[in-house]
């Protein structure tokens, strides 16, 4: 009985902290006023009839807080990195001079940041949904459980109420990152 209740409560912990990853990732591939590389995560290159993330056919550096380098390790590549990243919504213009290409990053307009904390907090809300979604479901586990007689209704009303801990716990993270997140943006 005690091995169902905790199966459902650790599966609605590792859907919530995977929607944290998830959240993350996103927020990473958000672009500031710094130069990151991992902006680039997202942008994928035709290379050899494969679309291949630049990460995995070229080095990225960056020698200063407002400079990417990317230095492909195959110089054919050069142009199709080049299109990738222009062809992205990054916007940020590629300059190549035949052996790497250089991303300057500029500074961020206040109207652009603006836009950038708004995508951000669209991010946020889908991780928050994701989240609740989670919660529910394991509310809903725990509801069949005890229908079936599998659990208690004491161990499912202990259980809902663990639920619903772990769900501020992961809502709670979420709008810490996002905050964080806010400040780098506006950061100037």
Known sequence: ME??????????EERMEKALDALGNAFGSVRTGRANAKVLDRIKVEYYGAMTPINQIAGIK?????????????KGALKAIERAIQESDLGVTPSNDGMVIRLPFPELTEERRRELAKQC??????????????????????AKAEKASEITEDDQSRAEKDVQKLTDKYIG?????????EAELMEV
Do not use: C, Q, S
């Open 121 to 142: 907090k669209g991010y946020a809300e889908e991780a928050r949904v994701a989240v609740r979604n989670a919660r529910r479901d394991a509310n809903a586990a725990l």
């Open 3 to 12: 091995m169902e209740v905790d199966e459902i409560l650790m599966n609605a």
């Open 62 to 74: 960056t020698p200063d807080a407002r400079l990417l380098v990317i230095e492909p390790w195959d």
């Open 173 to 181: 993270k979420v709008d810490d990152a996002f905050k964080a997140k």
